[in-house]
């Protein structure tokens, strides 16, 4: 009986009934564990034949239900092949894996762009040669050496100097969920999962065990 209180409560790690909340702790968490971005996860997407694609990007930002329907939000180049699948496809899925912790988050959901001042705000954030770099980049097309991606860059040096506006091929994605898995490892392999789900649009969730 005290075991089904427990897995009913979801106590410890998996505490919690927004997984927004949850998985910003478990960011938290992992940022004084891992060695390296922390903020790292692998990203699913599907061209027009169906054909996967997944690639490493970084996680900037997780907005909790409290802000609206709650999201995941990344940033890349809109001409780029991810996000013209991205786009196209209109979905995508993330997992997000720390081995300091031994967990993982795992996400599917709809896609829309974060164009606006959010975008804006992160763009200037950024060092200026990563601004620089992402005018520079014609993201996931052929290039002849890295000599002409530098000498591009420095074209965007002298054409823009200390201030580069961010290009308007180049912004954030957010992706709102339908469903986030919560994995924590176990002994003998027999893991902790958590699925949490709702209907696109919806602000409630609901959530299940899963066997390892």
Do not use: C
Request: hydrophobic letters at 40%; aromatic letters at 10%.
């Amino acid at each position: 009986m005290a075991e089904d209180m427990q897995d009913a409560a979801r106590s410890g790690i998996f505490a919690g009934d927004d997984p927004f909340l949850i998985a910003q702790r478990w960011l938290a968490e992992a940022e004084g564990t891992e060695p390296n971005d922390p903020n790292a996860i692998a990203l699913a997407t599907v061209d027009d034949a169906g054909l996967p694609n997944v690639r490493m990007v970084l996680l900037k930002e997780i907005e909790s239900a409290g802000a609206g329907e709650g999201a995941f939000v990344f940033y890349t180049n809109y001409t780029s092949r991810k996000g013209q699948e991205l786009e196209g496809a209109g979905k995508a899925a993330f997992v997000m894996h720390w081995k300091s912790l031994r967990r993982q988050i795992r996400v599917r959901g709809t896609i829309s762009r974060e164009d606006g001042a959010q975008a804006d705000a992160y763009f200037a954030s950024r060092s200026l040669q990563s601004r620089l770099g992402a005018w520079a980049s014609k993201q996931s097309q052929p290039l002849s050496s890295r000599g002409a991606l530098m000498a591009e860059v420095a074209k965007k040096s002298l054409k823009f100097g200390t201030n580069p506006p961010r290009p308007e091929f180049w912004g954030g994605f957010r992706l709102l969920p339908v469903e986030i898995e919560f994995w924590a490892d176990g002994a003998f392999r027999l893991h902790d999962r958590f699925r949490f789900t709702r209907s696109n649009g919806a602000k409630n969730w609901d959530v299940e065990r899963l066997n390892p």
